[in-house]
């Protein structure tokens, strides 16, 4: 399931190919994810019994790279450089000394706890993401720039990791997973309220008119 969570922008992408044009979409989701990949991957690692948590993230972090690079080749020059800055400072350089400090200055349930931690703190930076989804409905009154499959496996994911952490009463997988239920569960509602077919241009010609551009996920907000 956390897989498909991984997947699931695919045809976001296809499009952005398509297009050959990152249009409104923002690189902050993707970055967020792969941030939160690196640390549940080494949560994983960590943790006795928690293969299944490393494997998927790990897998999870391959496909967030092959999006960001999909990303970079067709954002705009401004968009491009402030992802790769986002890039290098959060996806490379934060997590790298993250890792080595607690690898090497903490040991045993001690490692183990502020991994999880980590994991917490960036699952719950990362759902900043579909909050910002939200607002952007909202403002548009359009679905179009939140992907119904992506906020339907948030759902399913989030019910079952959280079913899960009650099973294996693992708290650091339960509260990020019992949140993106919730947030799952919202965006269906949302979807139920304002879906409707649009077209493409008129979604963007909405965005040009209302100046909504800070409300998707603006880069300067840690998200």
Not at 189 to 216: F, G, R
């Amino acid at each position: 399931m956390s897989g498909l969570v991984y997947i699931s922008p695919a045809n976001v992408f296809v499009r952005i190919v398509k297009r050959r044009s990152t249009e409104e979409f923002e690189s902050i989701p993707y970055v967020s994810k792969l941030l939160n990949a690196y640390f549940w991957s080494y949560y994983g690692l960590v943790e006795p019994n928690s293969v299944l948590v490393a494997s998927v993230n790990i897998f999870g972090a391959g496909v967030e790279i092959v999006f960001l690079t999909i990303f970079l080749l067709f954002a705009t020059p401004r968009m491009k450089a402030r992802t790769a800055m986002l890039v290098a400072a959060l996806d490379v350089a934060f997590p790298a000394a993250a890792i080595l400090l607690t690898q090497f200055l903490l040991h045993g349930n001690k490692r183990i706890d502020v991994a999880g931690l980590f994991c917490v703190v960036f699952s719950m930076i990362a759902y900043a993401s579909p909050l910002s989804a939200m607002k952007t409905v909202v403002i548009l009154k359009s679905v179009e720039y939140m992907p119904f499959l992506l906020s339907f496996i948030l759902f399913l994911n989030g019910g079952v990791w959280t079913l899960y952490s009650i099973l294996a009463k693992d708290l650091f997988v339960g509260i990020p997973n019992g949140i993106g239920f919730l947030l799952g569960t919202a965006q269906l509602i949302l979807y139920a309220i304002y879906w409707k077919p649009t077209k493409p241009n008129q979604v963007s010609d909405d965005l040009e008119d209302q100046q909504i551009s800070e409300a998707l996920v603006p880069a300067s907000k840690s998200t």
